[in-house]
């Protein structure tokens, strides 16, 4: 758009290692922020959220691709932005006047002026009367009110927030949104625009006027749309519900392709699919868990309601749901996990059998693990170093996403009990190779 106050145009991130292989963190991205607009980016953990946040307010510069401020290159400019960030990162020595009127002491504004404006933005978020207070008087959502305060004391066009409320128990945090948006909603905040990172399903619908939905590995944009819904939002409307279950469905589904609205208008390119898919980080102990609660039910549960019962944080329910679809023990759709027949043997079977079921569940979804018992096979002595195999994910992720990703498939691999880890020689051993095909035969024998 014309009026875009920041426009990023094919935006990348990656790091070259010293062999020469690049790591790619965030794919060419294009993305704007508009003057009057709530922006949420929400994503799983390791999207390249916070990176994505950091270019944009020019932070950290982009591998390539360009940050525009109002037309013209970010980097040439001292953008008006101002950032919430999910710790408090008050200066303990300060006292809450103090600590607000830090950004303006730093931009040179004279005593006067800078105690004004101070106790004036203290007034509008609602700490009038603290202002000799030092951050260790203070509760976390009174920290937060003074981390919004300094923010928006130097009058920000863009106010980024990442992740802001993260940190804060469940009634502060909807204590604090609701005066967001009041301060918002009734133009008594000095911004044009707010972009919000978060991984709270509900609190992006509860806030933005458009919700960007990341992938990762890399980082790319999956989906991109408006949430057409009047301010103040009901979360009990049907509206409201519809949009929270469509988008645990886009995150829940990562192998899905989404057409992001932006995509459409600016010609981005789809990231291309990966030959190892990315393994959800969920032991089997949480997938057979899942599992049970589903077949003990009616076989189904939506997930909206199921994380809100179980008390989970969506960050920690994504995984195991994700896994479960993997290995083909259930399904999802319009936000409702259903368990499968082969979920539903599975979550009614003996710990032998689970195990010889997971096996075979792994050994038809899961590349990486097809990958390690084909390999260990072939060997004649049915034996390789493990670094053979993080060579192989070092191809594909990140550093700690190799990591991640081996230790997963450890986890799954010894569970279904495809190989033995011999830790002292750093070795994986294929698991009993004279009786595993007599086994994998005839299930009912373990």
């Given at each position: 758009m014309a009026n875009a106050i920041i426009v990023a145009r094919a935006v990348e991130k990656f790091y070259?290692?010293?062999?020469?292989?690049?790591?790619e963190v965030l794919a060419p991205t294009d993305l704007e922020i508009c003057p009057g607009k709530i922006v949420a980016l929400l994503g799983p953990s390791g999207s390249g959220k916070s990176t994505l946040l950091r270019m944009?307010?020019?932070?950290?510069?982009?591998?390539?691709?360009?940050?525009?401020?109002h037309g013209e290159p970010i980097a040439s400019h001292s953008p008006n932005v101002a950032i919430v960030f999910q710790s408090f990162a008050l200066f303990p020595w300060l006292n809450v006047l103090e600590n607000v009127e830090a950004p303006l002491e730093a931009k040179g504004m004279a005593a006067i002026e800078r105690r004004k404006r101070a106790l004036k933005i203290l007034d509008t978020v609602g700490l009038d009367g603290f202002e000799t207070a030092y951050p260790k008087e203070l509760s976390g959502g009174m920290k937060q009110r003074v981390g919004f305060a300094r923010a928006l004391v130097v009058e920000p066009e863009v106010l980024f927030m990442d992740e802001p409320f993260s940190a804060l128990d469940v009634l502060t945090a909807e204590n604090l949104r609701g005066e967001l948006m009041e301060l918002w909603l009734n133009k008594k905040m000095p911004t044009s625009a707010i972009?919000?990172?978060?991984h709270n399903i509900e609190e992006a619908v509860l806030l933005a006027d458009r919700i960007i939905v990341l992938g990762k590995n890399p980082g790319h944009i999956r989906a991109d749309f408006e949430i057409a819904l009047s301010q103040p939002r009901n979360r009990k409307a049907a509206a409201f519900i519809e949009f929270v279950d469509r988008i645990y469905e886009i995150m829940t589904q990562p192998d899905t392709e989404h057409v992001p609205a932006a995509a459409v208008q600016m010609g981005a390119s789809r990231s291309p699919k990966r030959k190892y898919q990315m393994?959800?980080?969920?032991?089997?102990?949480?997938?057979?868990?899942?599992?049970?609660?589903?077949?003990?039910?009616?076989g189904r549960e939506d997930l909206y309601r199921l994380a809100s019962r179980l008390s989970m944080d969506v960050d920690d329910l994504l995984p195991i749901v994700e896994s479960c679809v993997m290995l083909g023990f259930a399904t999802l759709k319009d936000g409702e996990a259903q368990i499968t027949p082969d979920g539903a043997a599975f979550a009614g079977a003996d710990i032998l059998n689970r195990k010889v079921l997971f096996r075979d569940a792994a050994l038809k979804h899961i590349t990486i693990l097809q990958c390690i018992d084909s390999v260990l096979k072939a060997k004649s002595n049915h034996s390789i170093p493990e670094e053979f195999f993080h060579d192989i994910l070092d191809e594909h992720f990140t550093q700690d996403e190799v990591d991640l990703q081996f230790d997963t498939a450890m986890s799954w691999g010894?569970?279904?009990?495809?190989?033995?880890?011999?830790?002292?020689?750093?070795?994986?051993?294929?698991?009993?190779?004279?009786?595993?095909?007599?086994?994998?035969?005839?299930?009912?024998a373990a």
């Open positions: 070259t290692q010293p062999d020469g292989n690049r790591i944009l307010t020019g932070l950290s510069a982009p591998s390539s691709g360009d940050v525009l401020w972009f919000v990172v978060t393994l959800p980080h969920a032991r089997p102990g949480g997938i057979a868990g899942l599992l049970e609660l589903l077949h003990d039910g009616d010894r569970y279904a009990e495809i190989f033995d880890h011999d830790p002292e020689n750093g070795r994986l051993i294929l698991t009993d190779p004279a009786t595993e095909p007599a086994d994998a035969a005839n299930p009912g």
